[in-house]
């Protein structure tokens, strides 16, 4: 990876972003979008935006364009560009906690996961709660198997800024517009991953076709995220949460307990730095649909020391495929 081509291709693209929001009077992610347009070629976009600009707007967009095409950026380096055009995006115009990107650090520890329980070529994919696109791209780049992903995500501008980066990339992935709650026909799937959204569903008429469903009161929606999850994957089939690290012993918890006795098997749960997170800790939780050996529980407490996330991998292999 040429991190100086990635550098130079930040510039490029940065300068584009603020052209287009100070010219167009719109947001940082909007001018993402806009300018990942401008590069795929839909200039005659670009120019209907910009009427009544400047003529040489467009030629400094298209002349950075330009520059950035000449850079000849594989897929991989296109994916970690992105991630520091989305890093100062969080810097510049804050999302809200549930939109923020998944950081590389764990993205990485899911495509570990991936690869050691899923040891077959092929592998179907489905992200609940997709956001930025962010975890899709790391896997898809950097996985060697033939990945068939889907993701579903409600927010519809996130859905262009992922949708968008992966045509710049040039990576086959699926986004679709969904409610993750809501119960969608697809065929099953290998494996489901998410980055919870945490906080309560405001449906509640909805959330009680849910076994994890509050009587009384709002239910948590990672919970029926969780639920939900688990209908779409083969027997064979697992499942990765990125959730509170509380998620055993919350105010809702007891329901949730309750039916991971009867429908699902806890196969690991991986509790990871409280410096990571500005908020509530989290941990990564594995579910499985058939019960297998007991749950595997590791404390990973620092995610920048090589030989400690080494020991986690081979403790990880050991009791997988022991």
């Known amino acids: 990876m040429n991190m100086e081509k990635i550098e130079k291709g930040f510039t490029l693209i940065n300068s584009n972003i603020e052209l287009i929001e100070t010219s167009l009077q719109t947001d940082f992610y909007d001018a993402f979008v806009e300018q990942n347009a401008t590069f795929l070629g839909s200039a005659e976009l670009a120019a209907v935006d910009l009427e009544g600009q400047e003529a040489s707007l467009l030629s400094v967009l298209t002349e950075n364009n330009d520059q950035l095409r000449s850079l000849k950026l594989t897929k991989q380096e296109w994916q970690k560009l992105f991630q520091f055009v989305l890093l100062k995006g969080s810097q510049v115009a804050p999302l809200q906690p549930n939109h923020a990107f998944t950081p590389d650090s764990i993205t990485s520890l899911f495509h570990f996961i991936i690869e050691c329980l899923h040891p077959e070529n092929s592998v179907r994919i489905l992200e609940m709660g997709s956001g930025t696109g962010n975890m899709a791209e790391n896997l898809l780049v950097n996985s060697t198997k033939n990945m068939d992903y889907v993701g579903f995500e409600v927010d519809d501008l996130l859905l262009d800024l992922s949708a968008s980066m992966s045509e710049v990339i040039g990576t086959q992935a699926t986004f679709m517009q969904v409610d993750a709650v809501q119960s969608q026909l697809m065929e099953p799937v290998d494996i489901v991953i998410s980055d919870l959204p945490i906080g309560f569903y405001p449906d509640d008429q909805l959330a009680l076709n849910f076994e994890l469903a509050q009587k009384e009161g709002h239910s948590f929606a990672h919970h029926l995220m969780i639920e939900e999850a688990m209908k779409y994957l083969k027997e064979s089939g697992f499942s990765i949460f990125l959730a509170p690290a509380d998620l055993l012993t919350s105010s809702q918890s007891g329901n949730l307990k309750n039916w991971l006795g009867k429908t699902a098997h806890l196969a690991a749960v991986i509790t990871l ?50």
Do not use: C, W
Not at 282 to 309: C, M, S, W
């Open 273 to 322: 730095p409280e410096s990571l997170f500005k908020q509530d800790a989290k941990a990564i939780y594995i579910l499985k649909k058939t019960a297998g050996k007991p749950t595997f529980v590791y404390p990973l407490e620092q995610l920048n020391d090589r030989q400690h996330i080494q020991d986690f991998m081979v403790a990880f292999k050991s009791h997988f495929k022991g």
